[in-house]
């Protein structure tokens, strides 16, 4: 079964930064990883992607944030600089495409997620 855990959000001052972990465990290999966020009363939102070749999509590139993944620990990370208060969110880890181990073929029938991580940005 495959299982999405998010780590490294916290409380920060603005202008600080913060650095989001996602470990995929279930799977020994993802196509596209990716950061959501949900803001208060707002819906999920995209923050940023990373495809199997490393290419990176991001909702606002405001170069604050940066996406980047790590194969062989099966993990995408999310690096935020010079944070908001806008920025206080849940955010989710998100993958798509993910190999199955027996059959070697990737299944993108399922959307997988994690269970989020507070991120609290104080003025």
């Known amino acids: 079964q495959v299982q999405l855990v998010e780590s490294g959000g916290g409380l920060v001052e603005s202008g600080g930064s913060l650095r989001l972990s996602c470990e995929v465990y279930?799977?020994?290999?993802?196509?596209?990883g990716g950061w959501y966020r949900q803001l208060s009363g707002k819906e999920r939102e995209l923050v940023a992607t990373?495809?199997?070749?490393?290419?990176t999509k991001f909702a606002e590139p405001t170069g604050r944030f940066t996406i980047s993944r790590d194969n062989a620990k099966n993990a995408v990370y999310l690096q935020m600089n010079n944070l908001k208060p806008e920025d206080t969110a849940v955010y989710y880890c998100g993958v798509y495409g993910v190999k199955d181990d027996d059959t070697g073929y990737f299944d993108y029938r399922v959307d997988y997620w994690g269970k989020g991580t507070l991120v609290t940005v104080s003025s």
């Open positions: 990373i495809d199997g070749g490393g290419r």
């Open positions: 279930g799977t020994s290999t993802i196509d596209v």
